[in-house]
């Protein structure tokens, strides 16, 4: 695992499984969020985000957590595994709103400078229909990209397993 991307919707803890096995594995972290959002909750264009996504993709060594479906395919081509975050919907907005609470007003590590935490009631509604919306096209492009190692987990206790089943790059063990 050197080229790891990690899917699924939002409030599943795509960032946060991220960051820990970057940690583990000793691979940088590329937050998708922070590639597209910039200060005041304002996004880049897409030539921007374009430039700075290939920039990323072109290192030997990644894990990008994000789903933005316009860029899938290049990021697929270039992972050596795809781990799915396929919760369901009442599990995602448990996050989302656990995520909301505790970082209310201040920016998350996974975010651009200058985009503080906030409740949006749009985003409830788009991880309402995530599922209904996505998953159909998640699980094509994953057997599409017969090349990776692709693991879907559906719970956060698969998630906790999965993390605690493989070698740490630098001795002992992390959680999250």
Same mark, same amino acid.
């Given at each position: 695992?050197?080229?790891?991307?990690?899917?699924?919707?939002?409030?599943?803890?795509?960032?946060?499984?991220? +960051?820990?096995?970057?940690?583990?594995?000793?691979?940088?972290?590329?937050?998708? *969020?922070?590639?597209?959002?910039?200060?005041?909750?304002?996004?880049?264009?897409?030539?921007?985000? *374009?430039?700075?996504?290939?920039?990323?993709?072109?290192?030997?060594?990644? =894990?990008?957590?994000?789903?933005?479906? +316009?860029?899938?395919?290049?990021?697929?081509?270039?992972?050596?595994?795809?781990?799915?975050?396929?919760?369901?919907?009442?599990?995602?907005?448990?996050?989302?709103?656990?995520?909301?609470?505790?970082?209310?007003?201040?920016?998350?590590?996974?975010?651009?400078?200058?985009?503080?935490?906030?409740? *949006?009631?749009?985003?409830?509604?788009? =991880?309402?229909?995530?599922?209904?919306?996505?998953?159909?096209?998640?699980?094509?492009?994953?057997?599409?990209?017969?090349?990776?190692?692709?693991? !879907?987990?559906?719970?956060?206790?698969? !998630?906790?397993?999965?993390?605690?089943?493989?070698?740490?790059?630098?001795?002992?063990?992390?959680?999250?």
């Amino acid at each position: 695992m050197e080229r790891i991307l990690i899917i699924g919707c939002s409030g599943s803890g795509k960032s946060t499984l991220a +960051r820990a096995l970057g940690k583990r594995l000793q691979l940088p972290v590329v937050h998708l *969020d922070r590639l597209w959002w910039r200060e005041g909750w304002e996004n880049v264009t897409k030539e921007e985000f *374009d430039t700075a996504l290939a920039q990323e993709l072109a290192k030997p060594r990644w =894990i990008i957590d994000g789903n933005y479906s +316009r860029t899938m395919e290049q990021r697929l081509e270039k992972c050596d595994t795809i781990l799915y975050l396929d919760f369901n919907r009442w599990e995602c907005l448990l996050g989302m709103f656990q995520r909301v609470l505790g970082n209310w007003g201040q920016v998350r590590p996974d975010m651009s400078d200058g985009c503080p935490e906030r409740f *949006d009631p749009a985003f409830v509604k788009w =991880i309402w229909n995530f599922n209904k919306n996505n998953r159909v096209q998640n699980y094509t492009w994953i057997a599409k990209a017969r090349h990776a190692e692709s693991v !879907v987990l559906k719970n956060r206790r698969e !998630v906790r397993q999965f993390l605690a089943a493989i070698p740490s790059r630098r001795g002992g063990y992390d959680t999250i």
